[in-house]
Structure formats: C-alpha cells, structure tokens
C-alpha cells in the first residue's frame, strides 16, 4: 500500500494458498514479461503458460526464469498435457516438466474424452514430482455437466492429490460455470460450494462482471483465475473495494450513512 485507507480489507500474504489471482499469459514477449512484473508482480500468485503455447514460445527458458526470479510459479496450460496424452506420451511430458524445472503441473480434460479414474491415476503420478492443479469441466459449448458430477470430480480430484481445483471457463467465461452470455451459473456454483470449500477451487473469471460476482460471494480472498496481465492491479482495486464494483462491500453503515447526512 502507497499510503493508508481505513476500512479496507485484509489480503492474505504471499505466498498465498487462498486469495489468489492467477494469470493467463498467452504469448506475452519477454519484454512484457518484465514490465508485467513491474506493474503488477506483487498481485500475482501464479502465471499459466496457455493451452499449449509453450511448445512455440519464443524464448521459454528465459521466460519461465523471469517468472521464477520474480518468486512467480509458472506452470503449463493443461491442454499442453492433453496433447501429450491423446499421443499416448505421458512419458515424454514428464521429461518436459524435468526439462524446465517445472514446480506445478495442470491436468485436464477440457479437450478430450478422460475416463475420471484415469485422470485421478495421472494427477498421483504427477504429485510425486510436482504440485498439481487439476481443470474441471468442458471447454465445449452445450456440454452440461451434473451439479453433482462437478462435485464429484472436484472432490476425487483433490483426493488424489491435487493443490487446486480450477472451475473450467475458458479464456472467454462462457462455458462451464457461466452461461453462454457470461452470467455466472449461480445454481451450480451454489451446489459445488456447499459441498467444496470454495478456497479449495480457482475460479476462472476473464470477465469483470464474473470477478465481482466472486469478489461479492466469497470475498477480497476468493482465488480467481484467467486473469489477462494487463488487468491485475484492476482485480486487486477490485478485490479491496477501490471501483465502483465493489465501493461499498467494505464500508459499515455508519459511515454511509454520516456521508449521506
């Protein structure tokens, strides 16, 4: 904080295991790796490489190690992982992460068709070398899963070994969790946190509109994720009550009410 703002709330510290904002760097250069950094390292817990861009990043190596200079963990977008396993080379995909010296890995199943036991078997594997983030949910619009099968998965998933659960919404937030115009599923979500400690999962929220919905359910330490580079410090304002989106989630009635008078 640049100075001091009374009636603002607590943020956990990092490294944070809830209140997280997670990145999705889509092909930034390394150059907008560093400014990113500049402007917004202190608010960023985690960066996702996306789908499957790091097998044609220009100058991973040097990428990742900024990230990783930064006390940033880095992992790969799980579609990385699905392209590997519809090829049959889980093998070769463990090499990757050895390659890069990856701490996190992401599973999922956003993409191809995983039988849910097979996906638990590929998650304890990769616990034994890295921290996993599993992905549930469909990538595909009109796929509707069960309130119940979401619960389910999340529940086996974090069973089997998993950090984090990540609420699938793509890149765009109108699937899975939301409806197709981007209003959240509110039924579905309500029935997964009922069941699922909420700072157990990763909301994805590209949108502003869902990152305030999440903000105003669970509060400034909910965990999002999708978070384009160039809106961090947007969210973090967000998350403490400094936009009109979320102004006056923070500030009792009595000081509403003296400024009205």
């Known amino acids: ?18 209140g997280l904002t997670m990145v999705m760097d889509k092909g930034i250069s390394v150059r907008e790796t560093e400014d990113f950094i500049s402007a917004s390292g202190p608010y960023v817990d985690l960066v996702k490489l996306g789908f499957g861009s790091s097998m ?6 040097k990428k990742i190690a900024i ?4 006390g940033i963990p880095v992992y790969f977008g ?3 992982l699905e392209a590997f396993l519809i090829r049959n080379e889980f093998k070769n995909y463990l090499k990757v992460l050895t390659k890069y010296k990856m701490e996190y890995a992401e599973i999922s199943d956003g993409s191809i068709i995983l039988p849910h036991d097979k996906k638990c ?10 921290t996993v983030i599993s992905e549930v949910g469909s990538k595909e619009e009109g796929i509707i899963i069960r309130p119940n099968v979401w619960i389910q998965m ?11 659960v990540i609420a699938e919404a793509r890149e765009s937030g109108t699937v899975g969790i939301y409806r197709p115009n981007g209003k959240a599923h509110v039924v579905l979500i309500n029935k997964i946190t009922a069941r699922v400690p909420h700072d157990k999962i990763i909301w994805e929220a590209p949108q502003k509109s869902q990152q305030v919905y999440f903000i105003k359910q669970f509060g400034a330490n909910v965990n999002l994720g999708n978070i384009a580079p160039t809106e961090v410090v947007a969210v973090e304002s967000l998350r403490l009550g400094l936009r009109s989106d979320t102004f006056f989630q923070y500030l009792d009635k009595k000081s509403i009410n003296t400024f009205k008078d």
């Open 67 to 70: 990230y990783k200079e930064a």
């Open 56 to 61: 044609i990043t220009p100058n991973l190596d």
């Open 78 to 80: 799980g579609t990385l």
């Open 121 to 130: 078997e590929y998650i304890k594997q990769l616990a034994k070398q890295v």
């Open 1 to 18: 904080m640049n100075f001091e703002l009374s009636q603002v709330p607590s943020r956990s510290s990092k490294p944070r295991d809830n």
């Open 154 to 164: 999340m529940e086996r998933e974090l069973e089997a070994g998993v950090w984090k």
